[in-house]
């Protein structure tokens, strides 16, 4: 009997034990395939990492090559995706999501408001901003190196603005939503045309990227007028209207002093040159002797939030410009007088913008997801996709990015962020002890500050430059400065660009 009790318990013994080894194994099994999964995943989003900047110098060579229409005050044209390789199972794709207001793939920098040009009266005027918030902007700029901000996220260093201030509704961010080939149902996306594109926070009216390079539209340097009188000038002056326009120029000299695009503009009021005749003069003439000028709105891509910063240009006549622009012809768009030969700005209006307005838009806001689809079904679901937004940088015949961020986990932060802000609402709402609300509104705004770090980075941490500085060539690269004085072989550190190099 004590034989077979023993011989029981020796084969429990040897049951618990395989049972013990076939658990520990299979334990071990499921973290050796966890383990190789989360490496397929990690080499799989470093593999679309890769695809996705390959993406963005593709997207910048599509961009650089309509300069020319760029010039003419065109807006350029891209694919809503673009396919890197094709393996026959899996495409490898490079897929532009819509972000802007109206839902556009592509967004002029030049159509917002550049903030480290901007006076607080003309930030004043848009929509979103008081005067106090515009003033406090303008302090804080003058605080920073520079005298300038180097993102628009710095502007949350400011008190009074916020993250909803400054992005709109956090709940509204769609990116994953998007590189899924999930754009929202046809409701959604009816209602959404029928209000029509708002801005949805400043930071779809407002930039640090204003910048242009001075050209003609025929691509050959502008002629600067805010220099003495020479043979020099004389020659450009000739060679571009005429040894008669020369020669009353040079009696102009005599008179009148150019140091700012304004006093063309009073020049030709008072020599009573009709509006239409001004289109010349203006493309050709400066008064700024840089390779690049700053701070420009651009007429063509603003919104009518953004045009009502400019002086004199109230709500209805920034409406006036953004649907009058819709029936411009290719020769209308590629002027800044337009808006005077629609007789919608009087000449008086117009004196105020000069220096102020362009027509052109030289730095482009894109947002892509990267990564691979099934080749059978290229507009469905991107695999382990990877989300960048981007800044690409036409100022100079060699494209750049002035910005680049990855922002993959931005619709889940947004989403932690927004249910934190409704949390606190009805916290809010209940009537807490006001000492105890005070420290929860803290707690709170600290934790939406944190997990968005991770999005925006910290104030200022707005670029990222892929490339070393070199030495910029005035456009084309082929032709030497035509500015009197020496030519300028070197961007003008008085304007420098966010992104190029740093100031």
């Known amino acids: 009997m004590r034989h077979e009790r023993r011989r029981g318990f020796v084969i429990v013994a040897v049951l618990i034990a395989g049972i013990s080894g076939l658990w520990v194994a299979t334990s071990l099994l499921f973290l050796m395939q966890s383990d190789v999964r989360s490496a397929e995943v990690t080499m799989s989003r470093t593999q679309h990492r890769s695809l996705g900047l390959s993406g963005l110098r593709l997207l910048s060579d599509v961009l650089v090559e309509q300069r020319d229409v760029l010039l003419s005050g065109g807006m350029p044209t891209v694919e809503d995706q673009y396919s890197l390789w094709d393996d026959g199972d899996r495409e490898a794709v490079v897929r532009l999501l819509p972000h802007g207001p109206d839902g556009s793939r592509?967004?002029?920098?030049?159509?917002?408001?550049?903030?480290?040009?901007?006076?607080?009266?003309?930030?004043?005027?848009?929509?979103?901003?008081?005067?106090?918030?515009?003033?406090?902007?303008?302090?804080?700029?003058?605080?920073?190196?520079?005298?300038?901000?180097?993102?628009?996220?710095?502007?949350?260093?400011?008190?009074?603005?916020?993250?909803?201030?400054?992005?709109?509704?956090?709940?509204?961010?769609?990116?994953?939503?998007?590189?899924?080939?999930?754009?929202?149902?046809?409701?959604?996306?009816?209602?959404?045309?029928?209000?029509?594109?708002?801005?949805?926070?400043?930071?779809?009216?407002?930039?640090?990227?204003?910048?242009?390079?001075?050209?003609?539209?025929?691509?050959?340097?502008?002629?600067?007028?805010?220099?003495?009188?020479?043979?020099?000038?004389?020659?450009?002056?000739?060679?571009?209207?005429?040894?008669?326009?020369?020669?009353?120029?040079?009696?102009?000299?005599?008179?009148?002093?150019?140091?700012?695009?304004?006093?063309?503009?009073?020049?030709?009021?008072?020599?009573?040159?009709?509006?239409?005749?001004?289109?010349?003069?203006?493309?050709?003439?400066?008064?700024?002797?840089?390779?690049?000028?700053?701070?420009?709105?651009?007429?063509?891509?603003?919104?009518?939030?953004?045009?009502?910063?400019?002086?004199?240009?109230?709500?209805?006549?920034?409406?006036?410009?953004?649907?009058?622009?819709?029936?411009?012809?290719?020769?209308?768009?590629?002027?800044?007088?337009?808006?005077?030969?629609?007789?919608?700005?009087?000449?008086?209006?117009?004196?105020?913008?000069?220096?102020?307005?362009?027509?052109?838009?030289?730095?482009?806001?894109?947002?892509?997801?990267?990564?691979?689809?099934?080749?059978?079904?290229?507009?469905?679901?991107?695999?382990?996709a990877v989300v960048y937004e981007a800044v690409i940088d036409l100022a100079d015949p060699r494209p750049r990015l002035g910005y680049l961020r990855e922002i993959t986990m931005l619709q889940t932060a947004s989403t932690l962020a927004a249910a934190l802000e409704l949390e606190a609402e009805v916290a809010a709402a209940i009537e807490p002890d006001p000492v105890e609300s005070e420290l929860a509104d803290l707690d709170d705004l600290m934790s939406t500050s944190d997990l968005l770090e991770d999005m925006l980075g910290p104030a200022g941490d707005g670029m990222l430059e892929i490339e070393p500085p070199i030495e910029e060539t005035p456009w084309p690269a082929d032709e030497p400065a035509e500015s009197p004085g020496p030519p300028v072989a070197a961007p003008d550190t008085g304007t420098p660009r966010v992104g190029r190099w740093i100031p």
Do not use: C
């Open 106 to 384: 592509l967004v002029a920098e030049a159509g917002r408001v550049d903030i480290n040009h901007a006076t607080a009266e003309m930030l004043a005027s848009l929509p979103m901003l008081t005067l106090s918030q515009a003033e406090a902007i303008v302090a804080a700029r003058a605080t920073r190196p520079g005298a300038r901000f180097n993102s628009i996220y710095e502007l949350l260093a400011i008190e009074g603005i916020d993250v909803t201030d400054l992005l709109g509704d956090l709940a509204d961010e769609r990116s994953m939503d998007q590189a899924l080939g999930e754009e929202g149902d046809l409701a959604e996306r009816v209602e959404a045309r029928l209000v029509g594109p708002q801005p949805r926070g400043l930071s779809d009216v407002l930039t640090v990227y204003g910048f242009e390079p001075n050209l003609q539209q025929s691509g050959k340097r502008r002629i600067d007028l805010n220099v003495p009188w020479s043979d020099e000038l004389a020659e450009r002056v000739t060679e571009r209207f005429g040894d008669g326009a020369a020669r009353a120029l040079e009696q102009i000299f005599k008179e009148t002093s150019f140091d700012e695009d304004a006093q063309i503009v009073r020049v030709l009021r008072g020599f009573r040159v009709p509006p239409e005749d001004w289109v010349e003069p203006l493309d050709a003439l400066t008064t700024i002797p840089d390779v690049h000028v700053a701070g420009r709105l651009d007429l063509n891509t603003a919104s009518a939030e953004a045009l009502e910063s400019l002086p004199g240009v109230d709500q209805s006549l920034a409406d006036r410009i953004v649907a009058e622009r819709e029936s411009l012809d290719a020769s209308e768009r590629a002027t800044v007088v337009w808006p005077l030969t629609r007789d919608i700005l009087t000449g008086d209006d117009y004196e105020q913008l000069a220096g102020l307005v362009t027509v052109r838009s030289w730095t482009w806001r894109v947002r892509i997801a990267a990564g691979t689809v099934a080749a059978d079904d290229p507009d469905g679901p991107i695999e382990h």
